[in-house]
């Protein structure tokens, strides 16, 4: 009875969230630019680099009615205080992919290069990641936290008042992940092809993530081949120089060509490292954001079904000592005569007190239940959510590879066509 | 007895020729450079023989090696009609002279094919390499040359020993060069492979072909009666080896005239050979050869020569310089060709794993029922296409970038391993030139030597003279008084000279030796040079009357013959200077012509590589953007 209804119900639930996937009343474009470097307070030694963070959107709130969607609102906020968003919304939002953070790379805290253009630039890419998918998603973005941390002016106060809330709670949040090896008994075939999807998808990021860092070093070495090629025919230019003008030309302009692609495959390693990689890695940390959601789920249902095993127990004992002398219970039972004990009174009292336990049970379970299902149903939606977000992702980071290749390759073969033309 | 006119010179150079014939005994022709004694007996002017079946070492005592070759060949010099009768001279004449005539036959028929010589490059052409079996069944790899509508089949081996003769054959001459021999240690690594690698061979194909184009475009090679015979297939190429002019080469080209290496005057091969590590000191000699202008009796050298040293100077100070870089280059494109071959690798992978990705997607949901599938499956669905295309993209950007590094090998490295062995070419004959002038700088010392002694011997004969004659007139005067006094002078000078006979013998002839060696080592024995001369001069005094008539007389014939090798190095100085230079010059427009061409090869190559790319993300753009 209960798998069936179940079923009927998260088939309704999935049927409801995709016939009508539910979208972001508001757009929102948030750009995170800017990296600077400033000097921590007075106390601490060492500073912090603050991100220049410019929003747009339709949502009027926004403005405080003072302005209208072609007013750019720029605030200036840490990695710490976008840290604080972010735990902010995993504690409001517990059923809700939370789109991940970049690591907080500790090692370059400690070689001391994250203030380096490459560290920061990345950052801010993976940032601004982080702040479009919170934007794009329908209840996140709704939040008051978001709003706070995209316009106020006031962001100081604001961050003593919401730090103390999630301290309040953050005891709750770590509960869920106690049994974390425990797996659940009856998993939707549906999780399961999920979590199947993910890992392959996470395993093929990865490699792909793997081998664009390979390439990048491998461009870099590259490039320097070229610079070091420009200086060598530079020589030969100015050797040649005096001897036979027309091949000094020549070599000047192909030295162009060389320079050119030097420039230009300098700048789509940058690309390649400071951005796609960037998203690649926020790709798989995205798959990650949702696989503790399945698991926050699972516990829900971990939950719902040891309640439910302990119900069939006590259901199981009360049968028995309706049933007379369970097989189980005869040494129990003896004893107690023996200890002078009125059996029939006693065994009345348990079946009583099982009774109103099994009462309880059933009202908790169903309570269970009800929070395992609906769990479920936010998840199923969450996921639906991130499948399409990932997709999106995927498509657009796709299409800014390809872009970025047509620009290098443009560039350099209109250098080279000018070379050829020379020669 | 043989006349030692060169004191120490001769002796060293006699007991150079002796290593030569231990080394090469039975070669008969190898007396050819020891022509002296007999040549400068006969004086310098005679008319020279054609080739060297005529050229009879003289003293037979000092080529224990050649006795019956070299009496038969004077006799048959003296008396042709009867030459029969000499087996060695049949021999050597059946060598020589059907050559002569063939080879006068092929250079007469090449204008009848001059049309052919319009399309330039294509003149010739090698059209196949693989294996054959030559003439004696062994089997090699063979390159079958089209030339002038015949086919001939060449070995590397038999390109290299042509290119070896051509240098020994034209000194001044920057032979074109040739792809370089297997390392060894490219054998050890792979032994099978080594020769029959289709790789290696089908690079030596092509630079083969460009050597004999380049061979073409230099007329002296073309002209040259050896290359001739290399691309006459009725030839076989060990016999052209083993006959003249190749066999009659003199061993150092320093010892023949530089445009004719096969007919070296008597003189020629008289001349010092000043030693490979003197080069080093070429520009230090050279500078003070300019700036000391004291002897200007024997050190003039024509105005021309030296007029164009800077612009040897200049060329030279170039070329290593083109050397230099080229040789960074062609790390550098070694270490930019193996970045760039592990980075397609990678495009490898990558595209791989994009399709792999793709089909991931496409086969994520094997048990669903297909509408639930496509349901599900419906935003990965739709971007399926689009990672596929990047795959595909770096699938082709792979391919198109291995054949692009493929290519570097043929547009890139080749032309510029080539270029580095023409500059390397350049240098041998710079060096040539270079040596011949050290050459020149032996005589002079030598010739200024001799000349000092002379001076001091005549001074003292003057002296003597002098003496004597007073002595003859205080005879006249004084009588018999004086006799004593006069008898007391002359017996000491006599005692002093037998006493010192022996020991200033040797010593002039080994101080002259050594002085000849300190010459061409550096400057400081130039200095050292001069003390033993002063004690030369002491000793000359303790010679007798007879010998120093007779050392006047053998010094005023060496002078002669010294200067007439001065005269002879100078004019081969002056032949060398404008052939080179004629040479480099050639060298020059040809490595800045390579270098065009090299640049506008890769650029031709490079810009389809960055086309075929670019349309390639284009289409996958397109593809993406159509489904958006």
Sequence with gaps: MTDQSRENSTTKAKDKARGNPEKPPYWYEIIVSDPQKRTGDPGSSSGYVSYQISTKTNNTSFYDNRGNSEYIIVVHRRYSDLLLLHDILLNDFPTCIIPPLPDKKVFQYIAGDRFSQRFTQKRCHSLQNFLRRVSLHPDLSQSMAFKTFLVSKDWESHRKVLQDSLQINKDEVTDAFMNAFKTVNKQNEEFTEIREKSDKLDRTVTKIDKLFHKVVKKNDSMSEDYTKLGTNLQELQELVTGENEELAEKLKIFNEGVTQLSYGLQDLTKYLDYEYIVDLKDLEHYIDSMRQLIKLKDQKQIDYEELSDYLTRSIKEKNNLISGYGGSNFFANKLEELAGINQEASRREKINKLESKITSLTGELENAKKVADGFEQECLKEIYHFENMKTKEIKQSLGSLADHHIEFYERILEAWEKVDDSL | ?628
């Design chain 2, 1 to 628: 007895m043989d006349h030692n006119i060169f004191d120490g010179l001769l002796e060293q150079h006699s007991s150079a020729s002796e290593m030569d014939l231990s080394e090469e005994d039975n070669n008969p022709f190898v007396g050819t450079h020891h022509l002296y004694a007999s040549g400068i007996g006969t004086g310098i002017g005679g008319a020279l023989p054609t080739n060297t079946s005529t050229n009879s070492p003289p003293s037979s005592s000092s080529f224990p090696s050649t006795p019956v070759h070299s009496s038969s060949a004077g006799s048959s010099r003296a008396s042709p009609t009867s030459s029969t009768s000499s087996h060695a001279v049949v021999e050597a004449d059946a060598e020589t002279e059907p050559f002569v005539s063939l080879s006068m036959s092929t250079t007469a028929t090449t204008p009848k094919n001059t049309p052919h010589n319009v399309n330039g490059p294509e003149l010739i052409q090698i059209i196949d390499a693989g294996d054959f079996k030559d003439p004696w069944g062994k089997h090699a790899i063979g390159y079958v040359i089209l030339y002038e509508s015949n086919k001939i089949i060449r070995r590397y081996s038999e390109f290299h020993s042509l290119r070896q003769s051509l240098a020994r054959l034209l000194p001044t001459i920057i032979i074109p060069p040739i792809p370089s021999k297997h390392s060894l240690l490219k054998y050890i690594w792979n032994p099978i492979n080594a020769t029959n690698d289709s790789k290696i061979i089908s690079t030596r194909k092509k630079m083969l072909n460009s050597f004999l184009c380049n061979c073409l475009n230099i007329e002296e090679i073309n002209d040259d009666i050896v290359f001739q015979k290399f691309l006459n297939p009725e030839f076989n190429w060990k016999d052209v080896l083993s006959s003249s002019p190749i066999i009659i080469l003199p061993l150092n080209n320093l010892l023949a005239p530089p445009l004719n290496p096969t007919k070296p005057s008597p003189l020629h091969s008289i001349l010092p050979i000043p030693s490979n590590s003197s080069l080093k000191n070429y520009n230090l000699i050279w500078q003070q050869h300019i700036t000391m202008k004291s002897h200007s009796e024997v050190s003039n050298l024509p105005i021309e020569i030296i007029q164009n040293e800077p612009q040897f100077t200049h060329i030279e100070n170039l070329f290593q310089n083109y050397k230099r870089i080229i040789t960074h280059l062609l790390k550098n494109i070694r270490t930019n060709k193996s970045h760039f071959h592990s980075l397609s690798t990678y495009f490898a992978e990558l595209g791989a794993y994009y399709n792999a990705f793709s089909l991931e997607n496409d086969t994520a949901m094997p048990n669903g029922d297909s509408e639930r599938k496509r349901n599900f499956n419906n935003p990965m669905l739709e971007i399926i296409g689009h990672i596929e295309k990047i795959g595909h993209s770096f699938d082709i950007i792979y391919i198109s970038s291995e054949i692009l590094i493929e290519k570097y090998n043929s547009i890139l490295e080749d032309p510029l391993n080539e270029l580095s062995q023409f500059l390397n070419e350049a240098f041998r004959v710079l060096n040539f030139k270079k040596l011949k002038f050290l050459q020149y700088k032996i005589l002079e010392k030598l010739i200024i030597e001799k000349e000092t002694k002379l001076t001091n011997l005549t001074e003292i004969e003057n002296q003597l003279q002098k003496i004597n004659d007073s002595l003859v007139n205080s005879t006249i005067l004084a009588d018999d008084n004086n006799m004593t006094d006069a008898r007391g002078v002359e017996p000491n000078v006599v005692k002093k000279d037998t006493r010192s006979l022996s020991k200033s013998s040797t010593n002039s002839s080994s101080s002259g030796h050594q002085n000849e060696i300190r010459i061409g080592t550096s400057k400081l024995n130039y200095k050292t040079s001069t003390p033993t001369m002063n004690l030369n001069k002491l000793e000359i005094k303790q010679l007798t009357e007879q010998e120093r008539s007779k050392q006047i007389k053998q010094l005023k014939q060496d002078l002669t013959k010294l200067k007439d090798c001065l005269s002879i190095c100078v004019s081969d100085m002056l032949e060398i200077s404008a052939s080179s230079y004629k040479s480099l010059m050639y060298a020059y427009n040809h490595i800045h012509l390579t270098i065009a061409k090299i640049l506008k090869l890769f650029t031709t190559n490079f810009k389809a590589w960055i086309r075929e790319c670019l349309e390639n993300w284009k289409l996958a753009k397109s593809r993406i953007d159509q489904s958006l």
